[in-house]
């Protein structure tokens, strides 16, 4: 017995009502981008191993799929390395390629190649699939498809703001109310690192703290313990832990905390620029919180950090975020190129919709109207109407069989198909088509004239 076909966990299949449900969003998130300003690019599915490694941190580095060099690969490979069995230096010496891990290094990478062909600042989307060797779960996938907007060649604040406006115009057009935008600086945590001696484990401090809402404080602090953070440097963590309230009240906190350092007091004055403007200009379906224990455990943002979460009640990881990152460029040789940008995940914002119910009725109607087949001479005639309805873009079609009726209605029941259309003798005879609706089961005789109007 042949064994039965399957796909790579992490990866999915999807039927033409999921595709559609899929397409409505990439089409909101898509006029978004290009009403703000922002142009298409593309880049591959896979870089140069060189380009993606070290720009993840450690963990994002672990979860980068490698695509082995082609040919007898392991014959080029030293017997000393190949006996040794670590697999960082092997997979180095046998994969030369990887999968994209995001869109963000990639376009980096794209900015330094075309930077002469490119009028800066340069305002770029970009909607494409990512890979992932992620434990799959719900809302987490392999393989799964992001949607990025990113300006380079700025330092100006007032990108980020128009960030924060373009979650809020893309959900607002979805039909999601109380979004929570969450804020944060790299600013401010580097400089709370600073405060509390642990500079040369920032990261580690980051990615621990991003983990707080997760894991809890215990877990953080045994996290930043093992990972060579000091007890006294933890101690002095407690006001950071102990922080709430609303926007104005953790700011004032953190600039207790932070009276000494001028690298994270920097950050709170970039806080307060957003923060201000946001509230003048006022948000419709988005909400912005300051978090400061945000962090996104990425290696490359400097600046501000941006994490969306979905509306209350719905249990769901983010469904977008981004940041500032001063120094991408410079990694491919292109000093002082500043940058932001940020992320929507479609598939989880795609579950959000699901879940609440706010796909509109008509999104998976793709067909108006099937015409009915009684045959060879009926089926031309149809034709030739489905011409006319299509040049005046009602999407319709014919049976392709001349099969039972009531197989072609159930056919058309199926589908969701909202109207069928009878095509016989009769009507030919008369240029009358009868129109029957398929939810009331209402039934008329119109012209090919009046069959427009009432399907467009």
Known sequence: MSQKPRIPKGTRDFSPTEVAKRNYIFDVIKSNFEKFGFQPIETPSFEM?????????????????????????????????????????????????????????????????????????FKRYQIQPVWRADRPQKGRFREFYQCDADVVGSTSLWQEVAFIQLYDAVFNDLG??????????????????????????????????????????????????????????????????????????????????LGTSELGLEGIKELEFIAAAIYELELDACQLQLNVTLARGLNYYTGAILEVDAPEGVQMGSIGGGGRYDDLTGIFGLKGMSGVGISFGLDRIYLVLEELNKFPKTVSKSVKALFLNFGQKEALHCLKAIKALRNKGINTEVYPDAAKVKKQMNYADKRDIPFVILLGDEEIANQQYTLKEMSSGEQVQISLDDLVTRLK
Do not use: C, W
Not at 67 to 84: E, R
């Open 49 to 121: 191993s060189e380009t993606l490694m070290g720009k993840y941190g450690e963990e994002g580095d672990r979860l980068i799929f490698k695509i082995l060099n082609s040919g007898d690969f392991l014959s080029k490979v030293d017997d000393t390395v190949y006996n040794a069995k670590d697999a960082n230096t092997l997979a180095s010496k046998i994969s030369e390629k990887a999968l994209r891990y995001d869109l963000t290094v990639p376009f980096a990478r794209y900015v330094v190649q075309h930077q002469n062909e490119i009028e800066f600042p």
């Open 176 to 257: 999601l109310q109380d979004v929570s935008i969450k804020i944060n600086n790299r600013k401010i945590l580097s400089g709370i690192a600073e405060i509390i001696g642990a500079q040369d484990k920032l990261i580690a401090f980051t990615v621990a703290l991003d983990k707080l809402d997760k894991i809890g404080e215990e877990k953080v602090k045994t996290e930043m313990i093992t990972n060579g953070i000091t007890a006294t440097s933890i101690k002095k963590l407690e006001p950071l832990f102990k922080l709430s309230g609303d926007f104005k009240t953790q700011v004032a906190g953190l600039k207790d905390m």
